[in-house]
């Protein structure tokens, strides 16, 4: 399956949580996007293995993927190691998406931290045809994507663009709350984490609300690219 889009996060609903409104929106642009999860988030304090694979799953289905599959590395321990990065490989040459988006390189999260580096890795060196990788049993063609763009989790930094999402934000909020065992249930018997407050929520869409403002729009999802982004014309990027 060709993807226009693949979006990389360490965890389930680290892409819900960044950029979900940005993926509902090429969706219904008519795009094709996956999302790749590297682990299955069973070191969250919260929910388990089975529960947070069932609410991906569900949160896929609210954002209109194209295909969501999970790397199945260990959570707490994404190592940038030659077996990892050909996975990641792997899955690339698979899916041949024309762009990706991977976390930013500093993060809270060392898992982040380690996923933005073997992203970036896998992204160049999937277009190297001596690197050989085989998917069920065939060996695949060489394929770099054209760009990689980074997207904010807790750390902020200066976006390279923000895009207005403010028409799908209501989607955004939906595929958040099908990851129900990790944010704020007062019912819930589990010990209580930053996710799980009452006003952790509030504070994604809070953020999202100003990064909106910056693009006078109600709600904005911010990018950061290394490279210099190319214009047809001025007036592509007015909003």
Same mark, same amino acid.
């Given at each position: 399956m060709k993807l226009?889009? &693949?979006?990389?996060?360490?965890? /389930?609903?680290?892409?819900?949580? =960044?950029?979900?409104?940005?993926?509902?929106?090429? #969706?219904?642009?008519? +795009?094709?996007?996956?999302?790749?999860?590297?682990?299955?988030?069973? &070191?969250?304090? @919260?929910? =388990?293995? %089975?529960?947070?694979?069932? !609410?991906?799953a569900a949160s896929g289905k609210i954002l209109g993927l194209s295909t969501r599959v999970s790397l199945g590395l260990k959570?707490? *321990?994404? !190592?940038?190691?030659?077996? *990892?990065?050909? +996975?990641?490989?792997? &899955?690339? @040459?698979?899916?041949?998406?024309t762009i990706l988006l991977i976390p930013h390189w500093l993060e809270r999260h060392p898992d982040h931290?380690?996923?933005?580096? &073997?992203?970036?890795?896998?992204?160049?060196?999937?277009?190297?045809?001596?690197? #050989?990788? +085989?998917?069920?049993?065939?060996?695949q063609d060489p394929y770099r994507p054209k760009k990689y763009f980074h997207f904010m989790q807790k750390y902020e930094f200066q976006p390279s663009f923000v895009v207005d999402v403010s028409d799908v934000?209501?989607?955004?909020?939906e595929s958040l709350l099908a990851f129900r065992s990790q944010?704020?249930?007062?019912? =819930?018997?589990?010990? !209580?984490?930053?996710l799980s407050s009452r006003l952790f929520l509030e504070s994604i869409y809070? @953020?999202?609300r100003h990064f909106g403002s910056l693009i006078n729009v109600e709600y904005g999802e911010p990018f950061? %690219?290394?490279? /210099?982004?190319?214009l047809n014309s001025f007036f592509d990027i007015l909003v």
């Amino acid at each position: 399956m060709k993807l226009d889009i &693949l979006a990389i996060g360490a965890h /389930p609903d680290d892409i819900e949580l =960044s950029c979900a409104a940005t993926v509902a929106k090429l #969706v219904r642009q008519g +795009k094709k996007v996956g999302i790749l999860d590297l682990t299955e988030g069973e &070191l969250g304090t @919260r929910g =388990s293995r %089975s529960i947070r694979k069932n !609410e991906a799953a569900a949160s896929g289905k609210i954002l209109g993927l194209s295909t969501r599959v999970s790397l199945g590395l260990k959570d707490g *321990n994404i !190592e940038v190691t030659q077996i *990892n990065i050909k +996975k990641v490989i792997q &899955l690339i @040459r698979l899916f041949q998406p024309t762009i990706l988006l991977i976390p930013h390189w500093l993060e809270r999260h060392p898992d982040h931290e380690h996923a933005h580096c &073997l992203c970036r890795e896998a992204w160049f060196y999937s277009g190297l045809e001596k690197i #050989v990788t +085989k998917y069920q049993g065939k060996l695949q063609d060489p394929y770099r994507p054209k760009k990689y763009f980074h997207f904010m989790q807790k750390y902020e930094f200066q976006p390279s663009f923000v895009v207005d999402v403010s028409d799908v934000y209501d989607v955004k909020k939906e595929s958040l709350l099908a990851f129900r065992s990790q944010f704020y249930d007062p019912k =819930s018997k589990e010990r !209580e984490t930053i996710l799980s407050s009452r006003l952790f929520l509030e504070s994604i869409y809070a @953020r999202d609300r100003h990064f909106g403002s910056l693009i006078n729009v109600e709600y904005g999802e911010p990018f950061f %690219s290394v490279e /210099p982004l190319g214009l047809n014309s001025f007036f592509d990027i007015l909003v």
